[in-house]
């Protein structure tokens, strides 16, 4: 048999249509990634009929463009990976339908993968797993801490019990004004300002790996409308800078104490959010000073985000466990990791 393992994959659950051919699991030969980000600016968030409409315009033309610039052809693939959830299910279905239909026309088997455990193993694209091992998932629909003892098992051990980080940054960005999503632009206007605010941090003295945004999202809701109110006007660098340090602090805190509470040998930050500078810098900080025998992975930017290539590398693992899924594949838009 070929030793080359080629895996088309496919990647549909929001507002992202992208298809990769990756190789062996760990080598991106294409990543062709199609944002719909423009059409759903406007609306201050994701539309979901609008982001079906776009993957079933961009799918096609995706698949084409990934395999032509991996210079591959659909003999060469070994099986066709796709994103059945978590995540919009009328987006998913586009994704799952243009997979199905391409793995049936070139007699391919079809992997079934967790959005989730894609954005975990997009760290196996800058290199080797090595487990046990502790993964922070923070995106714009989940926290959680992910203990793995080995590839393909998944065990939360802590998550958001309200807002996940990227739905705080969205929230606390609308109402500073700025277009969704609002990460990105809060975390450099952070980096310009200070932290005089004063926001709570929470949850941080209780006794287990949980988390919660909403209070932090209320408070800082709170302060800029007494602002208003009084007609005073606040520094958005500073307010932005004081809500990044709670939201860091928080986040850093607790997965430190997962690792120190789990024989890990290495921690993956992966997940939209996982593109935070103050989140990435204070994250390698305290890895080294507290626990230095641990290394610390965190994906490129243009893999932190939703992206094909992430489901690729965890589409090897499938393959190797013979996970196939038949015709009758639906979406599930609220897949959760199976516990093992
Ligand atoms: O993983 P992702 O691309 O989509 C989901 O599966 O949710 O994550 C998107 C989230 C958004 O909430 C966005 O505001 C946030 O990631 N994000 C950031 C940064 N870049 C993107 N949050 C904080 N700092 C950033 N630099
Ligand atoms: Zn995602």
Redesign the pocket.
């Known amino acids: 048999m070929n030793e080359t393992e080629l895996i088309l994959a496919i990647e549909s659950?929001?507002d992202e249509t992208s298809v990769a051919v990756i190789e062996n699991g760990e080598t991106i030969l294409s990543n062709i990634v199609a944002s719909q980000i423009k059409s759903h600016k406007r609306f201050g968030g994701v539309v979901p009929e609008v982001a079906s409409r776009h993957h079933v315009e961009q799918i096609t033309i995706c698949i084409e463009e990934a395999l032509s610039e991996a210079g591959v052809e659909a003999s060469d693939l070994r099986a066709v990976a796709v994103t059945y959830g978590p995540g919009l299910v009328g987006a998913l279905l586009i994704g799952l339908s243009a997979a199905k239909a391409f793995a049936w026309a070139n007699g391919l088997p079809l992997l079934p993968i967790n959005?989730m455990a894609g954005?975990i193993y997009a760290a196996r694209l800058v290199e080797p797993l090595v487990f046990p091992l502790m993964a922070l998932l923070v995106?714009?629909?989940?926290t959680e801490l992910v203990y793995m003892k080995e590839d393909g098992s998944f065990e939360i051990i802590g998550e958001t019990r309200d807002d996940a980080a990227?739905?705080a940054?969205?929230k606390v960005g609308r109402v500073l004004g700025l277009s969704y999503?609002?990460?990105?632009e809060?975390?450099e206007l952070a980096h310009q300002g200070e932290d005089t605010y004063d926001f709570p941090r929470a949850m941080l003295k209780e006794d287990n790996f949980d988390f919660s945004f909403s209070g932090l999202k209320s408070a800082f809701i709170n302060l800029t409308h007494n602002a208003e109110q009084r007609g005073e006007v606040l520094d958005h660098q500073n307010l932005a800078a004081s809500f990044q340090a709670s939201v860091v602090e928080v986040l850093v805190s607790k997965t430190i104490r997962a690792c120190k509470t789990y024989p890990v040998k290495q921690l993956i930050v992966a997940?939209?959010?996982a593109?935070?500078?103050g989140l990435r810098e204070q994250m390698a900080a305290a890895i080294e000073k507290e626990l230095p025998d641990v290394k610390l992975i965190v994906p490129p930017l243009r893999l932190c985000?939703?992206n094909a290539a992430m489901i690729g590398a965890a589409a090897h693992v499938e393959l190797q466990k013979h996970h196939f899924a038949g015709m009758s594949l639906n979406a599930n838009p609220s897949l959760a990791f199976q516990h093992i």
């Open positions: 659950s929001c959005h954005h995106s714009g629909g989940h990227g739905e940054y969205d999503p609002s990460g990105k809060i975390d997940g939209g959010v593109a935070n500078k985000g939703d």
